[in-house]
């Protein structure tokens, strides 16, 4: 019973973390902001075999982020990952 109220409090945390930042993110890329490292949940290894580098939002010239300040490792992972869409799927 306690792995299962675990569970669903982690769920519920992470539900709360995403709607927060579909809400935050396009206010904050609306006016130019960028998110820091730690509110996007940044983290410098893959997760689940995501990485910065396929993610539509990195910018590969200048290891950046459209929306993370800062410096971001190609190998890097956070929250606002976006796999980015093959030129041949439109």
């Known amino acids: 019973m ?3 109220a675990k569970t669903r409090r982690h769920f519920l945390f992470e539900a709360v973390v995403w709607v927060g930042a579909a809400t935050v993110v396009p206010l904050a890329a609306a006016q130019g ?3 820091t490292k ?7 290894s893959p997760r689940h075999g995501d990485r ?3 993610c539509r939002h990195f910018l590969p010239d200048r290891n950046g982020c459209k929306l993370v300040a800062g410096d971001i490792s190609p190998d890097g ?9 093959d030129a041949g799927s439109r």
């Open 52 to 54: 910065c580098s396929g």
């Open 38 to 44: 730690p509110h996007a949940r940044y983290q410098d």
């Open 33 to 35: 902001a960028k998110l």
């Open 77 to 85: 992972w956070c929250m606002l990952y976006s796999a980015k869409q």
């Open 2 to 4: 306690k792995h299962d």
